[in-house]
């Protein structure tokens, strides 16, 4: 929800206030996992209000100490006031020393306090006192999952207004999956350090260093509860009441079950302006429910299946339960994903330049799967199932693009047979290759004319007899020669544009063919009876391929640099 008065999610302004109004919310936003003294979790970038980052940032660790030293001070003083005055002082404090490493903003702000009842600070003062006021509708106790959602908003934006995240996207899912996953979660909220059978050490320095993550969930409201007892901000198992020796092992159990339900509630109080389904969540008190099924799947009389009730879970085995009934199952889902995200995206109008960025970005996070896959406990680590990925050809009676232009084709070969030395020239024919040309006597055209020297290139007899030889060298059908023929004399009586009007044009189709191709293939592979880490080699393979296509226009259309011996050196 947003505070239109602040222009504001209501999660940030909660924040602030709960620090302002009680210096002590701070110490729920520390990271006790870590050593070298108190470190936050919460950080300013992760504000989308630029002041509000700002407020925080001068706030922690010292501005909260002056509110307290000036309190103490003027024990009669009202503490909305003082702490509004503090941080002010703390904020142009701060603005002062961007402004004197050239930040232009802050220097305007600065600037505005030179103004008499300069608007702009005196209205961040009034709203500062306004945040530290009692009557804030906030709970400083709650602080830390205000600064959840927070730090979930930063990171995983939506596309709903005043939702603060989108963990994950229903899949196909049944009863049995769901008691599965609940046998993962149970064993750890009965013993928190059984998390450490799911840690590991990624290569990538913003991976999350668990190879389970809450996306490998077929229940959004599973997933959501493993990120708040593992992997999120502020997870449950850091809690100091997790594994806190003076509390039974059931005190610890309701600590971090309350820790999240309370979680989950702040989440769908956050994105009940926008979720109908987040507002019924919060009237049927849906919550309390998920509580009480966590209670039950973290007690030693949990049973995952009615029909079997003599049958109980080993919880040591969490990590190959979730291997076995959550990772591997999640990773067709996951692939097919990463590609309709590539068929969605890369073949619109985005350029080629984006659509390599998105590729190259779906490898990454193939790599990222692999390394958290090959880091679990498998058990067909090694197994490589018969290859299932024959590469299907795209259905054009979908009404799918077919990402082919033959008179595009006929102009480009035309204009360099008119001028083959245009294939040697800076621009996009340069770029040109044989698989821009989708028929067979067009490509056998472009590869003699790239074989033959220019001249040679221009005679029409030994062109034709050139590309009819390479045909046969790849022991493809026999070329059109009424096709050949065709090109040749309008090579001699047509004038056209140079090849670089059409050759980018070629290269752009065969980017986007090459991707369509590369979707499709991945696609029909997760249907197929893979082992999921064969799955995720072979779509590798098929992005790698459509990546290179997206990447060679730019590779081979920028000139060299000159050699550096060849540089002349300026001399004063």
């Known amino acids: 929800m947003n505070n239109a008065n602040f222009g504001a999610p209501q999660h940030e302004l909660n924040v602030l206030s709960s620090l302002l109004r009680d210096g002590s919310a701070a110490y729920q936003l520390v990271d006790w996992d870590r050593s070298g003294g108190p470190q936050y979790w919460l950080r300013p970038d992760h504000f989308q209000t630029t002041w509000l980052g700002d407020a925080y940032e001068a706030l922690l660790p010292n501005g909260?100490?002056?509110?307290?030293?000036?309190?103490?001070?003027?024990?009669?003083?009202?503490?909305?006031?003082?702490?509004?005055?503090?941080?002010?002082?703390?904020?142009m404090a701060l603005y002062q020393e961007r402004a004197a490493a050239g930040d232009a903003s802050a220097q305007w702000a600065v600037d505005q306090a030179y103004y008499t009842h300069s608007e702009f600070w005196t209205n961040l003062h009034g709203t500062l006192r306004q945040l530290a006021q009692p009557t804030w509708p906030a709970n400083p106790e709650h602080a830390r999952h205000d600064a959840y959602v927070t730090v979930r908003a930063a990171q995983h934006p939506s596309t709903i207004d005043n939702v603060p995240f989108e963990l994950a996207r229903p899949r196909g899912y049944d009863n049995d999956a769901r008691a599965r996953e609940l046998t993962v979660i149970g064993a750890i909220l009965s013993d928190p350090t059984r998390a450490q059978q799911f840690r590991y050490s990624p290569q990538s320095p913003d991976a999350a260093p668990y190879w389970l993550l809450p996306q490998d969930f077929g229940d959004p409201a599973a997933a959501e509860i493993w990120d708040a007892l593992v992997?999120?901000?502020?997870?449950?198992?850091?809690?100091?009441?997790?594994?806190?020796?003076?509390?039974?092992?059931q005190q610890r159990t309701a600590a971090m079950i309350q820790h999240i339900t309370t979680r989950l509630t702040y989440n769908?109080?956050?994105?009940?302006?926008?979720?109908?389904?987040?507002?019924?969540r919060l009237d049927t008190d849906v919550n309390q429910s998920i509580g009480a099924w966590l209670a039950y799947a973290s007690s030693p009389d949990f049973r995952p299946d009615p029909n079997a009730p003599h049958f109980r879970p080993n919880p040591d085995h969490a990590a190959r339960y979730a291997v076995t009934f959550i990772l591997e199952p999640s990773i067709p889902a996951a692939v097919e994903d990463l590609a309709g995200r590539v068929r969605d995206y890369g073949l619109s109008d985005a350029s080629l330049g984006q659509i390599g960025l998105e590729l190259s970005t779906t490898e990454h996070a193939l790599d990222l799967?692999?390394?958290?896959?090959?880091?679990?406990?498998?058990?067909?680590?090694?197994?490589?199932?018969?290859?299932?990925?024959?590469?299907?050809?795209?259905?054009?009676?979908?009404?799918?693009?077919a990402y082919t232009s033959l008179p595009t084709e006929r102009k480009v070969l035309i204009s360099l047979m008119q001028d083959p030395t245009q294939l040697h020239r800076d621009g996009p024919t340069r770029s040109l290759a044989e698989q821009d040309f989708t028929q067979p006597e067009h490509r056998y055209l472009f590869k003699a004319i790239q074989s033959l020297p220019p001249d040679a290139a221009q005679d029409r007899w030994l062109l034709n007899s050139q590309a009819q030889q390479l045909a046969r060298y790849d022991r493809t059908p026999p070329l059109d020669i009424q096709e050949l023929d065709?090109?040749?004399?309008?090579?001699?009586?047509?004038?056209?544009a140079p090849a670089d009007h059409g050759a980018g044009h070629l290269v752009t189709m065969t980017v986007r063919r090459?991707?369509?191709?590369?979707?499709?293939?991945?696609?029909?592979?997760?249907?197929?009876?893979?082992?999921?880490?064969?799955?995720?080699?072979?779509?590798?393979?098929?992005?790698?391929?459509?990546?290179?296509?997206?990447?060679r226009y730019h590779q081979q259309s920028v000139p060299e640099p000159a050699p550096y011996n060849t540089q002349k050196a300026q001399v004063a």
């Open 231 to 249: 992997t999120g901000p502020d997870p449950a198992i850091a809690l100091p009441a997790a594994t806190g020796p003076h509390l039974t092992p």
């Open 486 to 496: 065709s090109i040749g004399l309008a090579a001699r009586t047509l004038k056209v």
């Open 64 to 91: 909260l100490e002056d509110i307290e030293q000036r309190l103490q001070a003027y024990p009669e003083a009202d503490r909305a006031q003082v702490a509004a005055d503090v941080l002010t002082e703390k904020m």
């Open 369 to 401: 799967l692999a390394e958290r896959l090959d880091n679990a406990p498998r058990t067909l680590a090694g197994y490589t199932s018969p290859d299932h990925t024959a590469e299907p050809q795209p259905d054009q009676s979908q009404g799918q693009p």
């Open 514 to 551: 090459t991707a369509r191709d590369a979707t499709t293939a991945v696609e029909a592979a997760t249907r197929g009876a893979l082992d999921p880490r064969a799955l995720i080699d072979q779509s590798r393979e098929q992005f790698q391929q459509a990546t290179r296509e997206a990447l």
């Open 268 to 280: 769908d109080h956050h994105r009940s302006t926008g979720d109908p389904a987040a507002r019924a």
